[in-house]
């Protein structure tokens, strides 16, 4: 069923009211959105997630930089607005290289392409999909006792079970995963774990510890992308599946945990859509580090940096991240998921899982 | 002409004495090892040939030739086309050391002992055991006299081996030909370096250098003006030494102490030599050549005590920055440096004599970043290429903090590391050299003052050079801001709204807000046909064939009420100002200075100049500054500080 854009294009078109609006009353045309950084992100007690806060910022014309941003804001609504007539959409790399020709609105790099498109959603309360931009990467991996419907690309609805009707590299996720795509169709399943690495997820299908537990598993790869989170959330929401996250023992780690928990900061505009709260981490910790005696690397003058600024960071407040990083941050050092193949390939899932999971509660031994 | 003048220089070539005395001190007159003996000769050689040039008012045409043969022995070759030496002095000149005619004057000039040239030949003679050729020629319609000559060592004495006379195609000139044992691969560079850096210092002169291999290179003349030429003048109480100051008492013809005081030396008028002779308890009818050691002494003593006027400085011949500018802009070519910037202190004096700095910065381009940085240093437009951590010059560089203009120096001290050639010249009727051999100038505080000075003031323009292009990329934007983004984002929103596109003025008024200044230098050859100004056909001879420098100023008014300001452009003392418009208020040496009254919003005004008499480069930069406006509404130019 076509898709009725008349309010993506009313809002857009305010973008451009606005600023024509100011050079007609020969005031310096600018655009206020909200901050989009860590110091503006506060806890919404009612979504239970992290949002932008009150915090905005100006994009003027009376600067370079700001008469840029503007313009290009100008050439992207139209670009958007054309899609929709058009009934077409593109991925964020071909908007990028469609900016090629406009001229002294072009872009320098796919990220500020990528990040003007985030603002848009900002300014907007639209979502990237109601711009039809979608993005390059796909989603990630899934393998467990889950029953998937996907209106597939022929319009015909396919039923996927993700053990018995997939390979050993598990269902894709598209970058759709909103319930006109896909539908939840059952699931028998304890928990969800979302891993962080590839090598890590193989072993786990490898050493079959999504039928020996009962586990949902799904690769993150590495910072997750937002189909990703969605698939998620919606697991977690609609098949009540608890979700664990489990990743490397450094900084960056945390940072994808909480993007996937509580919302990322470049995201906080829809965090509630992204995010799942009631997340839970599973490990590798650092406390895991001196408890397992894992192999380790010393952490860099940049891991810890961003292990000070996770200090500071409103979502790491919690009484369990300030002690773990502290201690992290003592001890010096960081570890991989996969150190703890140091006690052989099964270790992992004969020991160091079961351990951790009985200790959050999840397995029922 | 040139027969005259020769005749007239032989009048003052006295005999000095002592000769052996070379074989024992060869080290101090710069002869010390292979090397340095090839670069030595090449300079005594190259000093010689430009004094005569100069002193004759010829335009100097050099031409130096090392033909290298085995075993170390090197014939060097030097030719000029100055007045050329009568046949009679030339055995004293080449064949007698300590002989010349500007020991006993106080003057600027190269040389300031005789042992020059005829050191050369002795040490060739005593190395290679070859006689040395002179050829000289002192008048158009005569043939030159070739002098094959030979030095008695025990009589400091010429001695003749052979006199002819040939056909030489030049009106005038002298050629030398000698032969000496050095070391030419290692001695190489340097020579290069030497004319290279004689070119710089000497932009007048022509350069020809010929390499043993066939290279030649030359470096050529870029400016066709002679160096004004220096004046002799009287020495100055302060700076004279005692021994000296009893000699021209016995030597004087004055018979009474006062009128030798007066006669004798410089700044000695009659309420001085009155002061100095009170205060000594002299006698001032004291006939000189009856006085006591102790007379002197107190006298002596008393010079020091007394305030005497400075000597005047109008002997000295500085090269003038416009022109340190052109020459390094010519030699670095290859560098393509990003600047080069000059700064000349006034005429200042110490003991007794004058002396004047000038130093140039040239910097960047394919300068080597982290080697230190490479110093070149002069004294009366001679090269010193020795001993360089012993100079003022070096002192008084390594005492600056280079670091906050682009420069490595640990902890702010010493020879700085960066892409950067620092230039110093130092002229003065008396170098005060540290040692004899000539290659570096002593540490006197006067001195080292000036030459900080100097490069402070250098400093200060490399920092307003720096300044003013970061403004400059600065106001490119906000111009291409308004001028091209703006207008577009105008035209998007209008187009997305099918509205028509709005007016902008007020806005970019609002963006701007600051008066704005821009400004562009072109530079075009002067027809034959005379301008407009009057200016012009004045020195109309000047301009045949040179160039204009055209300068043009954009003041555009960005600010929502209308404004007035005093707009100065600051313009080389040697340049000749040509048409300017709109009409300026005042001129100067200096600085051309406009009242422009009330531009209202939105409004601009174009001024432009034109400068002949420099050549296209010369002045590359403006340099702008204004009054009577609150700088920080202006952007483009700087608070005008008075001159």
């Not at chain 2, 100051?245 to 013809?253: D, T, Y």
């Not at chain 2, 002596?300 to 005497?308: L, N, P, Q, S």
């Not at chain 2, 040509?578 to 600085?591: F, L, Q």
């Amino acid at each position: 069923m076509p898709r009725d854009y008349t309010n993506v294009i009313n809002k857009i078109d305010l973008i451009a009211s606005k600023v024509y609006g100011d050079l007609e009353k020969a005031e310096i045309p600018n655009i206020k959105l909200p901050t989009r950084t860590k110091a503006n992100i506060k806890f919404d007690q009612k979504l239970n997630v992290w949002k932008y806060g009150n915090n905005t910022t100006e994009r003027s014309a009376k600067s370079l930089d700001g008469a840029y941003m503007m313009l290009r804001t100008m050439y992207m609504v139209d670009f958007i607005k054309d899609m929709i007539r058009a009934n077409k959409s593109s991925t964020l790399r071909e908007m990028y290289y469609i900016s090629e020709g406009w001229d002294l609105a072009k872009f320098h790099s796919q990220p500020e392409s990528d990040s003007l498109a985030e603002d848009l959603e900002v300014i907007t309360t639209c979502m990237r999909e109601d711009f039809k931009l979608r993005p390059e990467e796909d989603g990630a991996r899934v393998i467990g006792n889950i029953t998937i419907e996907e209106v597939t690309r022929n319009k015909t609805k396919k039923k996927i079970h993700c053990q018995d009707d997939v390979g050993d590299s598990g269902y894709s996720i598209p970058y759709n995963v909103e319930p006109e795509k896909i539908k939840f169709k059952g699931a028998d399943a304890d928990f969800v774990v979302a891993i962080e690495t590839g090598g890590m997820f193989d072993r786990l299908v490898e050493n079959g510890f999504d039928t020996s537990n009962r586990a949902v598993l799904v690769h993150l790869k590495g910072q997750p992308a937002r189909s990703t989170r969605r698939f998620i959330k919606r697991l977690n929401e609609e098949m009540k599946l608890p979700v664990l996250v489990f990743t490397d023992c450094d900084p960056w780690s945390y940072r994808i945990f909480a993007s996937v928990a509580y919302g990322a900061i470049k995201t906080a505009h829809i965090s509630e859509y992204l995010a799942t709260p009631g997340a839970q981490y599973l490990g590798v910790t650092p406390s895991d580090i001196e408890n397992y005696k894992l192999p380790t690397d010393k952490l860099t003058n940049e891991d810890i940096n961003a292990l000070k600024s996770e200090l500071s960071d409103p979502r790491f407040q919690e009484r369990f991240w300030k002690n773990e990083i502290k201690l992290q941050l003592s001890i010096g050092k960081k570890s991989e998921q996969q150190a703890l193949a140091k006690y052989g390939l099964d270790y992992v899932t004969d020991t160091y899982l079961p351990e951790k999971l009985s200790a959050m509660g999840m397995l029922k031994k | 002409m040139a027969e005259v003048i020769a005749h007239e220089l032989a009048k003052k070539q006295k005999e000095i004495s002592v000769a052996e005395f070379f074989e024992r001190n060869k080290h101090i007159l710069g002869f010390g090892n292979p090397t340095r003996a090839l670069v030595t000769s090449v300079k005594e050689g190259v000093d010689n040939a430009l004094d005569a040039c100069e002193e004759s008012g010829i335009l100097p045409d050099i031409y130096v030739e090392i033909r290298n043969h085995e075993d170390g022995e090197n014939k060097i070759i030097i030719e000029d086309n100055g007045p050329g030496i009568v046949k009679q002095q030339i055995p004293h000149i080449f064949g007698r050391l300590l002989y010349g005619s500007r020991f006993h004057s106080i003057r600027q000039s190269r040389g300031q002992q005789g042992i020059g040239i005829s050191a050369v030949v002795l040490y060739g003679q005593l190395t290679t055991g070859k006689h040395a050729k002179v050829v000289s020629k002192i008048q158009e319609d005569r043939p030159a006299t070739v002098t094959e000559l030979a030095i008695d060592t025990n009589k400091n004495r010429a001695e003749v081996i052979n006199k002819d006379i040939a056909h030489w195609d030049k009106p005038s000139g002298t050629r030398l030909e000698v032969s000496i044992v050095a070391d030419y691969k290692r001695g190489k560079r340097f020579v290069y370096d030497y004319l290279q850096s004689v070119s710089i210092v000497n932009p007048h002169a022509q350069i020809t250098y010929k390499e043993p291999d066939g290279s030649e290179h030359v470096f050529e003349r870029t400016s066709e003006a002679l160096p004004q030429k220096t004046i002799e003048i009287k020495p100055h109480p302060y700076g004279v030494e005692l021994g000296t100051l009893i000699k021209m008492a016995k030597q004087s013809k004055s018979r009474k102490l006062s009128s030798f005081l007066k006669t004798e030396f410089s700044s000695m008028g009659d309420r001085t030599t009155n002061a100095v002779c009170e205060k000594a308890q002299l006698d001032k009818n004291l006939n000189p050549k009856e006085m006591t050691r102790e007379h002197f002494l107190a006298l002596h003593k008393t010079f020091k005590k007394v305030k005497i006027m400075s000597p005047s400085t109008d002997c000295l011949s500085p090269i003038g920055e416009t022109l340190i500018k052109r020459s390094l802009k010519h030699e670095t070519q290859e560098i393509s440096p990003e600047f080069i910037i000059t700064a000349a202190r006034p005429a200042s004096v110490y003991s007794g004599s004058p002396f004047q700095v000038e130093v140039g910065i040239v910097y960047g381009g394919n300068l080597p970043r982290d080697r230190q940085i490479k110093l070149l240093r002069f004294a009366n437009r001679v090269p010193l290429l020795y001993q360089q951590g012993d100079c003022v010059s070096t002192q008084a560089i390594s005492s600056i903090d280079w670091r906050r203009y682009g420069l490595e120096q640990p902890s702010g001290k010493g020879i700085p590391t960066g892409p950067a050639i620092f230039l110093t010249h130092m002229s003065s009727t008396l170098i005060p050299f540290t040692s004899e051999s000539k290659e570096a100038i002593a540490d006197i505080p006067e001195i080292e003052n000036e030459i900080k000075l100097a490069f402070r003031e250098c400093a200060r323009k490399v920092q307003s050079h720096i300044n003013k292009k970061v403004r400059r990329a600065k106001t490119r934007e906000k111009f291409d801001l308004i001028t091209k983004i703006l207008p577009e984002i105008a035209k998007k929103s209008a187009d997305m709204l099918n509205k028509p596109v709005p007016s902008l003025e007020q806005v970019i008024t609002k963006i701007m807000d600051v008066v704005w200044i821009e400004d562009l230098i072109e530079y075009e050859k002067a027809s034959q046909e005379p301008v407009q100004s009057t200016l012009f056909e004045d020195s109309s001879d000047q301009r045949e064939g040179g160039w204009i420098t055209k300068s043009t100023i954009l003041v555009v008014n960005y600010k929502n009420k209308p404004q007035r300001l005093n707009l100065y452009a600051v313009i080389p003392e040697d340049a000749v100002v040509g048409t300017v418009t709109p009409k300026p208020t005042k001129i100067t040496n200096n600085y051309i200075k406009w009242n422009l009254d009330q531009i209202s919003p939105a409004n601009k005004v174009d001024i432009s100049f034109e400068l002949a008499g420099l050549e296209k480069g010369d002045f590359d930069e403006n340099d702008l500054y204004i009054e009577n406006i609150n700088p920080a509404f202006v952007i483009g130019a700087d608070k005008w500080e008075g001159e």
